[in-house]
């Protein structure tokens, strides 16, 4: 069984530009996190998915962050115009419903905003 | 969420038996232990999960005394690349919630 992958592993970009980061989860996971950890901090969630509907986006920072997840299956987050603030490793993580915290976590996009 | 407080960091050596206990005074009744293992540059990785007494499987053990305000995570005979930070959560299940992280032990294995 395949696991979660997160295109791309690393991501340069200058202040003020767009990135787009993906996620496919784990094939028939209806759950889908996003999660974050900027330097020295701890991991941080963003937002839910259920299936295509956001369950919780309490921790998307602002509006410069859009999720989707359109049809259900993978899912991608954008940042723009990406801040040198949103520099960090961004996990995403899948599970099949009714599995508190047994989620399965990606390798992570590492973004470097310069 | 029941709050979890865990050792910062602890260092061993190869082929020792590891335990990390994890704290948490205002666990619920319906509230399980989840522990998950980081290594560096991955996403986390959970490795085990339990509610009372003991739990095993090929990676760990997790044991739970009776008035479950505590839990400890039992590696054994570690090697270097158990190298990781290991994080203790407490949560209801089931539950399809987002992972509160906390600060997490790492946990350094020397040769």
């Known amino acids: 069984e395949a696991g979660v992958t997160q295109f791309p592993s690393h991501s340069v970009i200058e202040k003020g530009q767009t990135v787009t980061l993906r996620c496919d989860p784990i094939?028939?996971?209806?759950?889908l996190y996003w999660y974050r950890r900027v330097m020295g901090k701890e991991i941080k969630f963003l937002l839910h998915?259920?299936?295509?509907?956001?369950?919780?986006e309490s921790g998307m920072p602002n509006n410069r962050f859009l999720a989707e997840r359109t049809g259900g299956t993978y899912s991608t987050l954008k940042v723009q115009p990406a801040e040198l603030e949103d520099s960090g490793v961004y996990f995403c993580?899948?599970?099949?419903?009714?599995?508190?915290?047994?989620?399965?976590f990606g390798p992570g996009t590492r973004l470097t905003v310069t | 969420l029941a709050k979890t407080t865990q050792p910062i960091s602890m260092d061993s050596y190869e082929g020792q038996e590891v335990n990390i206990t994890c704290s948490h005074n205002?666990?619920?009744?319906?509230?399980?232990i989840t522990w998950y293992q980081q290594f560096p540059s991955q996403g986390p990785r959970f490795i085990i999960q339990?509610?009372?007494t003991k739990v095993t499987n090929e990676v760990a053990s997790l044991f739970i005394p009776a008035d479950r305000k505590s839990s400890t995570l039992s590696l054994p005979r570690v090697s270097l690349s158990d190298t990781a930070v290991y994080y203790c959560?407490?949560?209801?299940?089931?539950?399809?919630?987002?992972?509160?992280f906390g600060k997490g032990t790492r946990l350094h294995i020397l040769p």
């Open positions: 339990g509610y009372k």
């Open positions: 959560l407490v949560g209801v299940r089931p539950r399809d919630d987002k992972i509160i």
């Open positions: 094939s028939g996971h209806d759950n």
């Open positions: 205002n666990i619920a009744t319906n509230d399980y």
């Open positions: 998915f259920v299936k295509e509907s956001k369950q919780d």
């Open positions: 993580a899948s599970s099949q419903p009714g599995t508190t915290y047994e989620q399965y």
